[in-house]
């Protein structure tokens, strides 16, 4: 069956940087959209960000976009989240997830979850 394991969180001073990995396995990663999803206490659920297998797309919220970059690679079968200029209103548990749609930006379509990693943000 197929997993994800997200790494790379911790905590960070507001308009520093971080890179969030997520390793995939049981299921073939070159084939699968893979996104980015964070969720704040007392929050939904929310789309951070997205890439094709092909690597030939990406997709950003509103919210980040300019400030992080989604990116993969395939023959390690890792997505990548990079994170810079962060805010505090970034804090939040982050989770990544793969789909055979695109774009990833529901979660409710997604066929995997990996078990979140806290990202904080300092004021």
């Known amino acids: 069956q197929g997993q994800l394991a997200e790494s790379g969180g911790g905590l960070v001073q507001a308009g520093g940087s971080l890179r969030l990995s997520c390793a995939a396995s049981?299921?073939?990663?070159?084939?699968?959209?893979m996104g980015w999803f964070r969720q704040a206490p007392g929050k939904e659920r929310e789309f951070v960000a997205t890439i094709n297998w092909k690597e030939r797309a990406t997709y950003y919220a509103d919210s980040v976009r300019g400030r992080f970059t989604v990116s993969r690679d395939n023959a390690k079968n890792t997505a990548y989240l990079r994170m810079s200029s962060l805010k505090p209103e970034d804090t939040a548990v982050y989770y990544c997830?793969?789909?055979?749609?695109?774009?990833?930006?529901?979660?409710?379509?997604?066929?995997?979850w990996g078990q979140g990693t806290q990202v904080t943000v300092s004021s």
């Open positions: 049981g299921f073939t990663f070159s084939t699968y959209t």
């Open positions: 997830a793969a789909s055979n749609i695109y774009p990833l930006t529901n979660p409710l379509r997604s066929d995997y």
